[in-house]
């Protein structure tokens, strides 16, 4: 696994942790202290809020994973990655891009975009 995909599932696995202590935990370790995260829903300018953007995406989306489905790609201290979000054991519903600026190995920032979204019922 490259360093870019170590980095990407470190991450990642703050999403998928249900355990409020462990994730806060896992914020810590991975993001620094003065961070921020942006996608087109959602806005988070420390890590208390990042918590609070992970919980609630636990309470909307119960059930749900994130999958790592491009290993990454690290240039100095910008990262790029993409996701797939759905059911444990199905094909991702939501697919997106996230990209981080780093602090050695831990996230500074993230901007994420969504590739795609199911359509509309």
């Known amino acids: 696994m490259t ?3 170590i980095i990407a ?4 696995a703050i999403w998928n942790e249900a355990d ?3 994730r806060r935990a896992l914020i810590a370790e991975a993001w620094t202290e003065h961070c921020s995260y942006i ?3 959602m806005r988070a300018d420390n890590r ?3 918590h609070a953007l992970v919980t609630a995406a636990h309470d909307r989306f119960p059930g749900f994973r994130f999958t790592l489905i491009s290993d990454g790609d ?3 201290d910008n990262l790029r ?3 797939g979000f759905g059911p444990v054991d199905a094909e991702p519903l939501i ?3 996230d990209f981080a600026i780093l602090e050695g190995d831990r996230l500074r920032s993230v901007h994420g975009f969504i590739d795609q979204l199911p359509a509309a019922a």
């Open 74 to 76: 690290r240039h100095g």
């Open 39 to 41: 996608d087109p829903m």
């Open 95 to 97: 697919k997106g891009t």
């Open 9 to 12: 599932e470190r991450y990642l």
């Open 48 to 50: 208390e809020q990042i």
């Open 81 to 83: 990655f993409s996701w």
């Open 3 to 5: 360093e870019a995909a």
């Open 20 to 22: 409020a202590e462990r």
